[in-house]
């Protein structure tokens, strides 16, 4: 991973000997409609990282000229205080970056997901609840 000026890049390898990464950076909200970049076009995409990203290590600039497929996806970041409908379908319940709609970069996936698996797995097990669902509605 690695960020400068608001920007970051986040790679993973793939089991079969590939890197994917992801650049991630802020915009406003009608970006996508308003942008040039046109996401059907690598060199097009290629073009614009290069230039956003113009100050950054020249490894990093080889990286993306050498990556052969963009998907541009937007990222929201909704407010920590929104609450979760009460009639969301069950059994699905989320823990982590996922349940507390943040940026899945912001560093605290992992310690949001242990802390909602604790508080949901004593929910589960302590007897003050009279069913599952009520557990998992308190969670």
């Not at 998907?71 to 969301?88: E, N, Q, Y």
């Not at 059994?91 to 949001?112: C, E, K, R, W, Y």
């Not at 004593?122 to 007897?127: A, K």
Request: a negative charge; glycine letters at 6%.
């Amino acid at each position: 991973m690695a960020a400068h000026r608001g920007n970051l890049l986040f790679a993973n390898p793939n089991n079969n000997g590939a890197l994917h990464f992801g650049i991630s950076f802020k915009t406003p909200d009608d970006w996508k409609n308003k942008t040039q970049v046109d996401f059907q076009d690598s060199n097009n995409i290629v073009d614009f990282l290069l230039k956003e990203f113009s100050d950054w290590d020249e490894r990093y600039k080889e990286l993306i000229r050498s990556t052969s497929s963009f998907v541009g996806l937007a990222t929201r970041i909704f407010p920590l205080a929104k609450p979760w409908k009460s009639s969301r379908p069950l059994p699905i319940t989320m823990v982590g970056d996922a349940a507390h709609l943040m940026p899945p970069f912001a560093g605290q996936g992992v310690n949001s997901g242990l802390v909602d698996a604790l508080i949901l797995s004593d929910n589960l097990i302590d007897g003050k609840f009279n069913s599952m669902e009520e557990a998992i509605q308190n969670y």
